[in-house]
């Protein structure tokens, strides 16, 4: 049986092993795409990473959107789900689409997936900065 330090060093590596890829992977993503403006908000103690750019798409209104790829893991019981998804805000209107998801899994297994995870997220936002956003939602 795991004690409360156990589980927190688990978690610690977790987060800390994610946060550093994501921060390497936003300098590689940026000299593949100069033009966007690649920035990291990293929230670990909730477990939430949120990659942004610089967007030029317009959508409903005359004002640039607000994109963004997040990635985030939360505890249900005793087992944690992971998502990362594309979101596109407007004034008015959001949209999320979701890339990646894994549920039931354990911490070791989140661990364990970490460049799993870092690469599903490098692809998805690489997917996401190009991808055009269908006007008729």
């Avoid at 688990?10 to 920035?39: C, M, Y």
């Avoid at 990362?84 to 297994?109: N, P």
Wanted: glycine share 4%; hydrophobic share 35%; aromatic share 12%.
């Amino acid at each position: 049986m795991k004690t409360k330090k156990d589980i927190e060093n688990e978690r610690t590596k977790l987060i800390s092993g994610i946060t550093n890829q994501l921060t390497l992977l936003i300098d590689d993503v940026q000299k593949q795409k100069p033009e966007k403006a690649f920035t990291i908000r990293v929230y670990e103690e909730n477990m939430y990473w949120c990659v942004n750019w610089e967007s030029t798409k317009l959508w409903k209104t005359d004002q640039f959107l607000k994109e963004y790829f997040q990635v985030q893991i939360w505890k249900i019981g005793e087992k944690y789900s992971l998502e990362g998804e594309h979101r596109v805000e407007d004034i008015f209107e959001h949209l999320s689409d979701q890339y990646f998801l894994y549920e039931g899994m354990t911490m070791q297994d989140l661990i364990l997936m970490t460049d799993e995870i870092v690469e599903k997220t490098r692809a998805g936002v690489l997917e996401a900065v190009d991808k055009e956003i269908d006007s008729s939602y």
